[in-house]
């Protein structure tokens, strides 16, 4: 069983930056891809973006450019520095993990059913 536990969300200005956090159990985090999705309630999770156990990196076409996934697999934590918010970005964002040992299907790093662990989520709020 894996734990993951986001943190770091806010209120932010429009323009402005944060980043995001997210602490997972185990120890074979280096092991683990991880993602970073974002939903709305009543809405469909939106892959924002992944980085693998080999460290490449996958990002959606609204983040690119501005937001940046990185990890730290001595901490077993996953990071999302987001900058230049904006009012489109508020919602919930959700840390997943795969893991190895996965009995699912391997899909493209921006399918949520590539991943079998999630956090609850942390809350962004961009104000303009």
């Known amino acids: 069983q894996v734990q993951l536990v986001e943190s770091g969300g806010g209120l932010v200005q429009a323009g402005g930056s944060l980043r995001l956090s997210c602490a997972a159990s185990?120890?074979?985090?280096?092991?683990?891809?991880m993602g970073w999705f974002r939903q709305a309630p009543g809405k469909e999770r939106v892959f924002v973006a992944a980085i693998s156990s080999g460290r490449s990196t996958y990002y959606a076409d609204s983040v690119k450019g501005r937001f940046t996934i990185s990890r730290d697999n001595a901490k077993s934590t996953v990071y999302l520095q987001m900058f230049n918010l904006k009012d489109g970005d508020t919602t919930g964002y959700y840390c997943a993990a795969r893991t190895p040992w996965t009995l699912r299907r391997r899909n493209g790093p921006g399918d949520p059913d590539n991943y079998d662990y999630w956090g609850q989520g942390t809350q962004v709020t961009v104000s303009s």
């Open positions: 185990g120890r074979t985090f280096s092991s683990y891809d």
